[in-house]
């Protein structure tokens, strides 16, 4: 499954590497958007850090040359899709459509958790994601703000 911008990273068992790079979100009860048959009413979101800002293409390029498992042309079929990495020219290569600042793209669900693991952290779970999500610049949930949803 391919996913644009999804690395963001939690570091896991408190390891806060680069304390700077995460912001703490204080958790709290939630009402997810989804309709599951064994979430009843609001669900507990403990409190959790995440990445300020998505994982850029130099960055996970520095992952590859050092995971090498992970580049495009080695990548196991099962932990990726045709279309992974392949905005970047060559398995281990940025170009245009590709920049080093951009937040990196057409990433597996599998390549992102191994990223995350080797930065000692782990990918948010959907609730965390979307309870991160519904937040906007002073409110914990803006969801029911017509300019939040314009947005």
């Known amino acids: ?89 060559g398995p281990a290569k940025l170009g245009a459509k590709a920049l080093p600042g951009q937040p990196v793209v057409q990433v597996s669900w599998f390549a992102a958790q191994a990223y995350c693991e080797a930065q000692g952290a782990r990918l948010p779970t959907w609730l965390e994601w979307e309870y991160a999500a519904a937040a906007d610049e002073t409110r914990r949930d803006a969801r029911k703000d017509p300019a939040w949803r314009e947005r």
């Not at 068992?13 to 009843?40: I, M, W």
Request: charged content about 20%.
């Open 1 to 89: 499954m391919a996913a644009a911008a999804l690395l963001f990273a939690l570091p896991v068992a408190g390891l806060l590497a680069g304390v700077g790079a995460y912001v703490q979100l204080p958790g709290g009860n939630f009402r997810t958007a989804l309709k599951y048959e064994d979430v009843k009413g609001a669900t507990r979101i403990a409190p959790f850090a995440l990445m300020r800002r998505p994982v850029t293409n130099a960055e996970f390029l520095a992952f590859v040359e050092q995971h090498p498992q992970w580049r495009r042309d080695r990548v196991a079929g099962v932990f990726a899709e045709a279309r992974y990495l392949s905005h970047w020219p």
